[in-house]
């Protein structure tokens, strides 16, 4: 690989909304809270939500970029790859928006959408992709 080549600012950017609203609704789940009314926490639930949602929009395209930057020659043994985090962005954007599609966010359906095995892949998916596309 390039040893010059680094993540766009792009896909870094994707990579922290996502990380960061799995990281909030970790904390934002432990509150116990019946619904988001009230505090503080429950009024930025949403705003996470949507920034995760915004950043799932068009993140297989940012990943193809950063490959296509290492060039030709390297770029067939990650189209494949390209393949899995399409799925994953796909089903975990899903989950996202039916969350956010509901009337109220406790902290009980948040838990559930952290344990969804399509929010977590996709992570692994990124941390993966940080590293290999890391110098």
Do not use: W
Request: hydrophobic share 45%; aromatic share 6%.
């Amino acid at each position: 690989m390039n040893s010059d080549v680094t993540p766009s600012a792009d896909f870094s950017a994707r990579c922290d909304a996502i990380e960061e609203a799995y990281e909030f609704m970790l904390a934002y789940a432990a509150q116990g809270l019946p619904n988001e009314a009230g505090s503080v926490s429950g009024s930025q639930i949403r705003d996470f939500l949507r920034k995760c949602d915004a950043a799932l929009t068009g993140l297989p395209e940012a990943v193809t970029n950063d490959v296509r930057r290492l060039g030709k020659q390297l770029a067939a043994p990650y189209d494949a790859f390209i393949s899995v985090v399409e799925d994953d962005a796909r089903r975990a954007q899903a989950a996202v928006q039916l969350v956010l599609a509901q009337p109220s966010i406790g902290s009980q359906l948040v838990d559930n959408l952290n344990a969804s095995i399509h929010l977590r892949a996709l992570l692994t998916d990124l941390f993966l992709l940080d590293a290999v596309l890391k110098p």
